[in-house]
Each structure stands twice: as structure tokens, then as C-alpha cells.
């Protein structure tokens, strides 16, 4: 009577890197492949090859028992900008790889504090242009008219064009700063 081991493995699906919007602490760099069995050994390597601290490692199994891996990566202030998921089922000795190379200006501060700079700058012009307006507009010949004979006059003066200009300048700034933060993350994200 002969014996027999029979090992059984499954070679996971596509691996994925996902990049999430950095913030102060760093970028996250997130790691997923599914579809392994046994549990497979998962780490980040660099672009000499070695190996990388994760920051966080998590699975799942499926109905299946085939496992779900997870891994992410905190990157601060991080030189080498190629970063590698690797895969490697055990048993059969096969692995995938996933590489992802990351711009430099996503870890550097100086380039987040220029653009903190230039919204700051804008913003403050749009305020002083504003105030400008706002002078012209409510100059102290003008303020007696309108409290002498009620706000009828006083909504015809923001009815000119000079004032609705004024309008549509302030709604144009406004969206923008509601806009550029939201394309900022569609680069990153």
C-alpha cells in the first residue's frame, strides 16, 4: 500500500495597488489580490528589492476558502518612489507582482505649501476686491439716499452692472476653491 500527499493550491487573481489621498501623515499605499489557497505571503518591496515595513495587513476567506489578502503601506517623505506588492503562494512556489512608481511632489511638503500659498494669495485678493466694491458701491453720498427713502433704491444700485459683475466674480472664485480640491484628489486618487 502506497501512500499519496495531494496538495492542493490556488494561483490568486489580479493584484491591485491603490493610492490614497495623501494627507499630513504621509501617502497610503494599499495592496489587494484574491483568489489564494493556502493563505499567501504577502510584503512590499522597494526598487533594491527589499523588503518594506508594512503598516497594516489584513485577509478574508470566501465562501470558497479561498483567502483575500490586504496590505497598505505608510509613505513619508519616502526617496525610492517604486514600490512592489508581492504575492507568493508557498505551496507551489509561484508569485505575482504589482509595481507602482509615485511622484516625487506627492512627498514633497514645500509643494503642498505652495499650494496652500497660492489659494491663500487668491483668496486674499478676492477678499480685497470685494471690499473695494463693496466701498464703491456704499459710499457715504449713497447711504443717505437709501435710508431717506427705503430699499427700493438701494436694490436698483445692486442692480447695475458694476454690481452684478461683482456677483458673478465672487460665484466664480467661490466655485473655484469648491473645484480645486476636489481635482486635486482625481490626480491622486
Known amino acids: 500500500m502506497a501512500n499519496m500527499n495531494l496538495s492542493v493550491a490556488a494561483f490568486g487573481l489580479e493584484t491591485q495597488i491603490h493610492v490614497q489621498v495623501p494627507t499630513s501623515d504621509g501617502l497610503v499605499v494599499e495592496c489587494n489580490s484574491g483568489g489564494w489557497f493556502p493563505q499567501p505571503q504577502m510584503e512590499w518591496r522597494d ?12 485577509y478574508s476567506q470566501d465562501g470558497a476558502r479561498l483567502f483575500h489578502m490586504k496590505m497598505t503601506l505608510l509613505l513619508r517623505n519616502f526617496s525610492d518612489c517604486n514600490i512592489t506588492c ?100 482625481g490626480k491622486w486618487g
Not at 156 to 169: D, E, G, K, T, V
Open 86 to 185: 508581492y504575492v507568493h503562494n508557498p505551496v507551489i512556489g509561484e508569485e505575482k507582482q504589482t509595481s507602482i512608481i509615485l511622484a516625487n511632489d506627492l512627498f514633497d511638503k514645500e509643494h503642498l505649501t505652495k499650494k496652500f500659498l497660492i489659494l491663500f494669495s487668491c483668496l486674499t485678493i478676492a477678499l480685497v476686491l470685494t471690499y473695494i466694491c463693496l466701498w464703491y458701491f456704499i459710499r457715504k453720498d449713497h447711504i443717505p439716499e437709501c435710508l431717506l427713502t427705503g430699499l427700493i433704491p438701494c436694490c436698483y444700485m445692486l442692480n447695475s452692472i458694476p454690481a452684478q459683475f461683482l456677483f458673478c466674480f465672487i460665484c466664480s472664485v467661490t466655485l473655484l476653491f469648491v473645484y480645486l480640491p476636489f481635482r486635486t484628489r
Open 47 to 58: 526598487s533594491r528589492g527589499e523588503v518594506v515595513p508594512h503598516s497594516s495587513k489584513s
